[in-house]
């Protein structure tokens, strides 16, 4: 079975001020997908970015990175330089490939981690 | 850029009636799903369709729940019979066939007295 674990429940950072969130995932595939959503204070569902399990290159998107290690099942997610409106509960998720089960996909989902940006 | 949208956003009802939770996705996608989660808590998996089918269901969704594109547009859930329980916000999901990513809409809010 599937299993991500967001250990941080929340994180209280001044703005400017970089944040990581951590999330370790559990999956008995070999070929998997991670995510990291957003969900602001009005209660939708974000896409920020995802990762093959088969790529990882870590990346910069604008102010997000990520790090990807499969050797420790780990998809951490950083924040650079924080703003007011990057508060929010982030959600890591996982689905197993596209091509082993084409038609079901399922997200699985941390618990989530509240950010909290203050001024 | 095409959005998946939901209505109602918010809907009270009463123990033991029904509701339709609609959701229109995204014009190319073709597997839809359906989440749930309850206020405070984690995002929950209820069930996948494709091709007028459902895919894949979690134990969540039991027989009080049902699923359906009727008219090749909406994709609808179903509660017969409401619970307490069933107080959450749910959440459409949709996907095109050549991608990973499911895009969200933006919610219902149902709450249950």
């Known amino acids: 079975a599937q299993k991500v674990t967001q250990a941080q429940t929340e994180i209280s950072v001044v703005e400017k001020e970089d944040v990581t969130l951590d999330c370790v995932y559990e999956?008995?595939?070999?070929?998997?997908?991670l995510f990291w959503y957003k969900q602001p204070p009005s209660g939708e569902l974000v896409f920020l970015i995802r990762?093959?399990?088969?790529?990882?290159q870590n990346e910069i998107s604008g102010r997000y990175s990520w790090n990807f290690q499969k050797s420790t099942s780990s998809f951490n997610f950083t924040i650079t330089a924080s703003q007011v409106v990057d508060s929010a509960v982030y959600f890591c998720?996982?689905?197993?490939?596209?091509?082993?089960?084409?038609?079901?996909?399922?997200?699985?989902f941390g618990g989530g981690t509240r950010v909290l940006v203050k001024p | 850029e095409p959005e998946v949208t939901q209505t109602p956003s918010h809907q009270v009802t009463q123990m033991g009636q029904e509701v339709i939770l609609r959701c229109v996705p995204i014009?190319?996608?073709?597997?839809f799903y359906w989440y749930r989660q309850i206020l405070g808590q984690k995002v929950e998996f209820l069930v996948s369709?494709?091709?007028?089918?459902?895919?894949?269901k979690s134990e969540i969704f039991d027989d009080q729940f049902s699923v359906e594109r009727p008219d090749g547009s909406n994709f609808t859930l179903k509660i017969r019979s409401t619970k307490l329980e069933d107080s959450a916000m749910y959440f459409c999901?949709?996907?095109?066939?050549?991608?990973?990513?499911?895009?969200f809409g933006p919610g219902t809010r149902l709450l249950v007295l």
């Open positions: 999901a949709t996907r095109a066939g050549t991608q990973e990513t499911q895009y």
């Open positions: 999956t008995r595939d070999t070929t998997y997908y």
């Open positions: 990762r093959n399990s088969f790529d990882e």
């Open positions: 998720a996982l689905s197993e490939a596209m091509v082993i089960k084409a038609a079901g996909n399922k997200l699985t």
């Open positions: 014009s190319n996608h073709l597997y």
């Open positions: 369709f494709y091709n007028n089918e459902i895919s894949e």
